[in-house]
């Protein structure tokens, strides 16, 4: 074997190795292939087991020097080679189709799910946004909520005005809010309560109903905006006021209840403020709760006023009854007006309540109404009354009770006029009440009645020392009076 001969063996070796393991992989990848190209993959196949069996056979007549045509062997080689190109290129071409087809398949796909990226992307925003939204709402009704409770719990005005403040200017998404109440005497609008303000001078305010902002929102009843309050020339009329407030934006609204104008809801903003519709809703919602706070309270101030003035009424009526009693007889002057400060002194110190006082006082004023209709000639008697004339005085209490029964604001002060000539033994009249059966008002009354009576002048006797009233009140413990009050009333007195 020539040197040459040897070398392509040698080369020939690694080739076949080669070309077994591409049999080998061929066989494991045909279960892979598609039955379209089942057929070229086998024609593959088999062309290497050609080729493999070519360079095989070419090693045995190098090795065994037969007699045999190389080129024949070559030339066949080189022709299942040509096929076996032909068949890679083909292989190749409908690879690179299929290749291209499922690039274009790639991108048709990545085009959709961009797409519908995209759409998710849009309807996660939008669900964002409706999530805001409602939060937002949320936010507002629970903000309406407390202010609700707000005007529920207080009524004092300006209290209810700052906490209205305090929690809707935030909300609205401004600096400062102010709320400036209509004078309907003067027809202009003045500071009611601030919030957010870095100076007094909001609380300057007075502007005539159809000047300023403020004054035209009230007269023109719709909210009033201006976008910059630092151009000019703009409505707002209180520029010189807030002039280190660096405001921008500003909002006015009417606070209307029941058709009436109440005041003006005004907002502050230190940048550009755009507003949404949603706003706007909820703006005008809160401008009608303060509205209703503002009525309720002034509702409320002016049945507060009323009542006083007509308990003042009462009680005036009261002390002219007890004044136009003491003229009938000028010799017990004053004594009404004594006795009754003896009897609240002694009341006070017992603990009644303040509540019942108002009636014990009432009732002392009130104690002889009912002689309104005893006769003068009995009234008037300077010496010992005969028995028929002790029977009448003695229906006075019964008087009294006839007199103010009807009168249901006088009902609870009937204790005094009805009972203070009642005995703690039962001897005392009209009904004959033994003991705690007598109300703790009269009870004290009489003790007090008692007292005055003993150290003032009558036409018929001279005024007793405070020692032997004393003393005499003391001996009458148990029979007259209440035992456990006398000594309180003495040491109060």
Known sequence: MTQSQLLSTILVVPGIIFLISAVRLCVKTRRQVPLSLAGKWQALTSLILFFIVGYLLFIVVQVRKLVFPVEIITGLVFLGGSFFVFLVIGLSRLTIAKVRETDRAIVRANTALVQKNTELEKEIVARLEAEGRARARLQHLTTLHGIDMVITASLDLRLTMKLFLEQTVSQLGMDAGAILLLNTHTQTLDYGADWGFEGMGIRKTRVRLGEGGAGLAAYERRVFHVADLNEHPNPFSRHELLRNEKFITYYAIPLIAKGQVKGVFEIYCRQRFVAEP?????????????????????????????????????????????????????????????????????????????????????????????????????????????????????????????????????????????????????????????????????????????????????????????????????????????PNLVDIFLATV
């Open 278 to 482: 949603e706003w706007f809703d909820f703006f005008e919602a809160l401008a009608i709760q303060a509205a209703i706070a503002i009525d309720n309270a002034t509702l409320f101030r002016k049945l507060q006023e009323s009542n006083i003035e007509l308990t003042l009424a009462y009680d005036t009526t009261i002390e002219g009854w007890a004044k136009a009693l003491e003229l009938r007889d000028s010799e017990t002057e004053g004594h009404t007006q004594r006795v009754t400060e003896i009897t609240m002194k002694v009341a006070c110190a017992l603990g009644i309540r303040e509540d019942e006082l108002d009636h014990v006082r009432r009732g002392a004023l009130l104690h002889d109404i009912g002689k309104m209709a005893v006769p003068d000639t009995v009234l008037m008697n300077t010496g010992p009354l005969s028995e028929e004339e002790q029977q009448i005085m003695q229906q006075h209490p019964g008087f009294a009770f006839d007199l103010l029964s009807p009168i249901h604001y006088l009902r609870p002060a009937l204790d005094i006029p009805y009972c203070h000539h009642e005995w703690w033994d039962g001897n005392g009249y009209p009904r004959g009440l033994k003991g705690e059966q007598i109300p703790l008002a009269a009870r004290i009354f009489s003790i007090a009645d008692a007292w005055d009576a003993l150290i003032s002048a009558r036409r018929y006797r001279e005024a007793w020392p405070q020692e032997k009233v004393a003393e005499h009140i003391r001996s009458l413990a148990g029979t007259q009076f209440d």
